[in-house]
C-alpha cells in the first residue's frame, strides 16, 4: 500500500508542479490555478506558481523519506512533516471545492483529495 501511495502521491505532484510551471512561464492554464480568475496568470501569481513548484518538490521530498524511498523517514521532523501535509491538502479539498473556477473545483479538489489520501497512508505506515 505504501508504494502505491507514494506513486499516486509523485504523479499528482509531478503533474501539479508542471502546470505550475506552465503558469510561471505564462502559458494559458490560469483557469485550473488561483481562483482561475485569469487566463494567463499576472507577474505576482506567475512568482507564486513558480515558488509552488518549489513547494511541491518539498513535498515530494518529506512523502519519499516517509516511504523510505529517502533516508530519515522515522525522524520525528519527517513524521510531523508528512502530517502537515495531510492537513494542507485535506484543506484544500473544500477551498479547491468552492472555487468560482469550475476547472480548479473539477481538477484541483479531486487531485488535493488523492494527496491528502496518499500522505495520510505514508503517515500511518510504522
Known sequence: MTIAAIGVALVMLAALALLQLLAAVGRPVGRFLWSGEHRVLPRRL?????????????????????????????????????????????????????????????TMAPVSALLAASAVILGLDA
Open 46 to 106: 506567475r512568482l507564486a506558481s513558480a515558488v509552488s513548484v518549489l513547494v511541491y518538490v518539498a513535498i515530494a521530498a518529506v512523502l519519499l523519506s516517509r516511504g523510505r524511498a529517502l533516508p530519515g523517514g522515522e525522524s520525528a521532523a519527517v513524521v510531523i512533516l508528512t502530517w502537515v501535509v495531510v492537513v494542507f491538502f485535506a484543506l484544500s479539498v473544500p477551498l479547491n471545492a468552492i472555487s468560482r473556477s469550475p476547472a480548479e473545483r473539477w
